[in-house]
């Protein structure tokens, strides 16, 4: 299960993390970002040697959201080292997903 983040912890669990960190940034009712959600516990089980993956609710965050330019949702960031690496908009099915971030799964 994903870990929530907030503006209280984002800085610690993503931006100073030393692993690569997958964000979904969501909102309950995004009928999309349900579905993309026990997708990404998958990714976050199968690749937890590689990745963190962690939730942040957009409605409960809006600074980390407008700090990061989120407009549409489910979007999927990619952090490492602190910076934004690789982008995802969008429910996709789990191969697409693997296939975006393949370069940070290995």
């Given at each position: 299960?994903?870990?929530?983040?907030?503006?209280?912890?984002?800085?610690?669990?993503?931006?100073?993390?030393?692993?690569?960190?997958?964000?979904?940034?969501?909102?309950?009712?995004?009928?999309?970002?349900?579905?993309?959600?026990p997708i990404l516990d998958d990714i976050a089980a199968e690749y937890s040697d590689k990745v963190d993956v962690v939730k942040v609710n957009v409605?409960?965050?809006?600074?980390?959201?407008?700090?990061?330019?989120?407009t549409s949702i489910p979007a999927v960031y990619v952090f490492k080292g602190g910076e934004v690496a690789a982008t995802s908009i969008g429910a996709k099915p789990k191969q697409v997903l693997e296939q975006e971030f393949a370069a940070y799964l290995k």
């Open positions: 299960m994903a870990l929530e983040i907030n503006m209280a912890n984002f800085s610690v669990e993503v931006l100073e993390a030393k692993e690569t960190v997958l964000v979904d940034f969501w909102a309950p009712w995004c009928g999309p970002c349900r579905m993309l959600s409605d409960d965050n809006p600074a980390i959201a407008a700090k990061y330019g989120i």
